[in-house]
């Protein structure tokens, strides 16, 4: 959890609605492709709120927040955590399962590999061939 709320710190202090929105992105940054692995594997599911909770009362921010807006801070970030999970299931899925042509299993580094596997998968909520 400290790398996610060490960027939701530096974004909410900054005022900046991007730099927070960029917390909750489902694409890994460029110089952190592990980024999303790093999350996923920082607590479980029976600590998860606890934890982004300790989280944030432990941030510079925490003073900027009320006990309402941590709530709900922590229902946001516990949703995106539960949506990284299973992002990394499909993302394994598709990789175990697909032939190395597939967009899906492009490396992670390319902007088609990062973007491909989820036009891939959702079309009308529905896993594409």
């Known amino acids: 959890m400290d790398v996610l ?4 710190s530096k ?12 917390t909750l992105s489902p694409v890994p940054p460029a110089h952190r492709e592990s ?9 479980n599911a029976h600590n998860v709120q606890h934890d982004i909770k300790r989280a944030i009362d432990s ?28 992002i990394l299931a499909v993302r394994e899925s598709v990789r175990v399962s697909e032939p ?6 492009q490396p992670a580094s390319s ?4 973007c491909m596997w989820l036009v891939c998968l959702s079309r009308d909520g529905k896993l594409t061939n």
Request: proline content about 5%.
């Open 5 to 8: 709320f060490q960027d939701f």
């Open 11 to 22: 974004a909410f202090a900054s005022g900046s609605g991007p730099l927070l929105a960029a």
């Open 35 to 43: 980024y999303l692995t790093e999350v996923w594997s920082s607590t």
């Open 59 to 86: 941030s510079p921010v925490r003073s900027r927040l009320d006990s309402d807006e941590v709530k709900g801070w922590v229902d946001v970030y516990t949703a995106y955590w539960k949506v990284v999970g299973d």
């Open 100 to 105: 190395a042509s597939h967009p899906a299993s």
């Open 111 to 114: 902007v088609r590999g990062r």
